[in-house]
């Protein structure tokens, strides 16, 4: 059975931190090299806009219920 843990606003740097992930100065999720994160419709996510993280966290999902359940029937 899958875990998760939910987390607030106030705890997005950490949580992003601890998967290895910053926030560049226009938002944006970015790797250790700069690059942009790519949300699961293939586009940058931006850290204000994470709804779910999924499939072993590198699955980016925006905060949309369509994104969301889209992703989880899916997957």
């Known amino acids: 059975m899958p875990q998760e843990i939910i987390f607030g606003e106030e705890k997005r740097e950490y949580v ?3 998967l290895n992930r910053e ?3 226009d938002g944006f999720v970015v790797k250790p090299n700069g690059e942009r994160v790519l949300a ?3 586009e940058p996510i931006k850290a204000d806009d994470i709804g779910y993280i999924g499939h072993g ?3 980016f999902v925006r905060d ?3 994104e969301i ?3 989880l029937h899916d997957s």
Request: aromatic share 6%; hydrophobic share 20%.
């Open 40 to 42: 699961t419709d293939g």
């Open 57 to 59: 966290s590198t699955d």
């Open 16 to 18: 992003l931190d601890a």
């Open 23 to 25: 926030v560049d100065d």
């Open 64 to 66: 949309d219920i369509s």
């Open 69 to 71: 359940r889209k992703y």
